[in-house]
C-alpha cells in the first residue's frame, strides 16, 4: 500500500514593517513570512493549560504556524501582532463576534490593514531611531522591541519583583530596552541611570506617544455596527479567545 501524502496549504503574509528594521542577511528582511493553516495539531497547542498558565501560548502557535525559516525572536511586536491576525483568519476565517457594551457585535477582520509605512522613516536593516525629547532637549536613540526583548524585560522585572513584590518597575525596564543610547552614550550604565534618575516624566510620554505612532503595525481600530444600527470605532481584542471564543478555558 503506498502511503499517502498532505500537503498543507499556505499563505504569505505581509509584514506592516515590510522588513525595512531588519538586517539584509536576516530572512525577515524580505518583509514576507509563509504560514500554513491551522490544523487540530495546533488547537492542542491553543488548549495545553501548561502553555496557557505560563503565558506562552500564543507564542507557540505561531511558531508552529510559520512556515518560513527565521528565528522568531528576531520579530518586532508590529509584526507578530499581523501574524497574530493571519492566524486567527487561517484558522477560523474573517468573522469575530465580540460583546461590546452589551451587545454582539461582528468584526470583518479581513479589513484590518498594516500602518501605512514610508521607506523614508526607516533605514534599510536599521531598528534605530533618533529622538530629541521635547522637555530636556536630551537626545535619545531608541529601538523597537522585538520578541526577544519582551522575554528579556519579562524576565527581568519577575526577577525586580522577588526583590521588591511592592515595586512597579514595568515601565522603567521597557524604557531601559527601548532606549539604546542617550547624548551619544550607548553604555547600558549610562542608559540605566539616565531612565533612573534623569528621564522626565514629560518627556517618557513623549517618547512613548511617538514610539506608538511611528512603529510599524496593524490598524486594530476597525469600524463596526451596532444593534441599535450605528457605527463605532473600536479596538479588536486579542488574546486566547481571540482564536477560539467558545473554547472552555
Do not use: C
Not at 505612532?213 to 451596532?226: A, G, I, M, R, S
Request: net charge negative; proline share 4%.
Amino acid at each position: 500500500m503506498s502511503e499517502t501524502k498532505f500537503k498543507f496549504p499556505t499563505e504569505i503574509v505581509d509584514l506592516p514593517s515590510k522588513g525595512l528594521l531588519y538586517d539584509k542577511e536576516n530572512p525577515l528582511s524580505s518583509g514576507k513570512i509563509e504560514m500554513k493553516y491551522m490544523t487540530a495539531k495546533e488547537e492542542d497547542i491553543l488548549t495545553n493549560q501548561s502553555y496557557i498558565s505560563n503565558g506562552t501560548v500564543l507564542d507557540r502557535l505561531l511558531k508552529a504556524l510559520i512556515v518560513s525559516k527565521v528565528d522568531y525572536n528576531d520579530l518586532i511586536v508590529g509584526d507578530k501582532n499581523a501574524l497574530l491576525i493571519a492566524a486567527r483568519i487561517l484558522g477560523y476565517g474573517n468573522d469575530y463576534v465580540i460583546t461590546y457594551k452589551g451587545e454582539e457585535v461582528k468584526i470583518d477582520l479581513s479589513i484590518i490593514d498594516n500602518k501605512k509605512i514610508t521607506n523614508k522613516d526607516f533605514e534599510s536593516g536599521k531598528n534605530e531611531f533618533p529622538f530629541t525629547l521635547p522637555k530636556s532637549g536630551t537626545v535619545i536613540t531608541f529601538k523597537l522591541l522585538t520578541h526577544g526583548d519582551e522575554m528579556k524585560i519579562e524576565k527581568e522585572i519577575k526577577g525586580l519583583k522577588k526583590i521588591n513584590p511592592n515595586g512597579s518597575p514595568e515601565l522603567s525596564t521597557r524604557l531601559k530596552y527601548m532606549i539604546v543610547s542617550v547624548d551619544g552614550s550607548s553604555e547600558k550604565k549610562d542608559v540605566r541611570e539616565y531612565v533612573d534618575n534623569y528621564f522626565l516624566a514629560q518627556d517618557s510620554r513623549a517618547l512613548r506617544n511617538y514610539i506608538k505612532d511611528f512603529q510599524p503595525d496593524v490598524n486594530l481600530k476597525v469600524p463596526v455596527e451596532t444593534i441599535q444600527g450605528g457605527e463605532e470605532d473600536i479596538q479588536v481584542p486579542i488574546g486566547l479567545t481571540f482564536f477560539w471564543p467558545d473554547a472552555d478555558l
